[in-house]
């Protein structure tokens, strides 16, 4: 029970509500997520696997039922639109792959003790690969 109360208070209130309220599914209509709504989200889904988590659930269920959560509302709310893409609507697919990666990487800094150390070690690892993938992209363009 404790580490439930513990998991609890690890996503500030203020970071869930910080982006103010929902608007109604009429106010959306479609728009894209914006870079607001996803924070949302992240720390909605990531608090959700913490929480889940400190009770006990495999972490690949916690995640699992997050994701579609988070896929769920992206298409509810906004069409399967995100406002960083574009006015595309993304596939069910790549908004879940989309929504793991935000989830697990919130995971990652809200309850690390919480995160399988192997996810840890292949998340890390992703973002060096893609940080040095960047780099060279960056370095590339410079040269033109």
Do not use: W
Not at 3 to 10: C, Y
């Amino acid at each position: 029970m404790q580490r439930i109360a513990r998991a609890l208070i690890v996503v500030p209130l203020g970071m869930i509500f910080s982006a103010g309220t929902l608007p109604t599914k009429a106010e959306d209509s479609g728009k894209p997520a914006t870079k607001e709504d996803i924070f949302l989200y992240r720390g909605m889904g990531s608090s959700y696997v913490c929480n889940a988590r400190a009770a006990g659930i495999e972490f690949p269920k916690a995640v699992g039922v997050a994701a579609a959560t988070y896929t769920q509302v992206l298409n509810g709310r906004h069409g399967g639109k995100v406002a960083s893409v574009g006015d595309k609507k993304l596939s069910n697919k790549q908004l879940f792959t989309g929504a793991e990666i935000q989830i697990i990487t919130g995971a990652i800094e809200f309850c690390p003790k919480e995160v399988p150390e192997d996810i840890v070690k292949k998340v890390k690892k992703a973002i060096k690969d893609n940080q040095k993938s960047n780099d060279k992209s960056q370095k590339k363009r410079k040269r033109r």
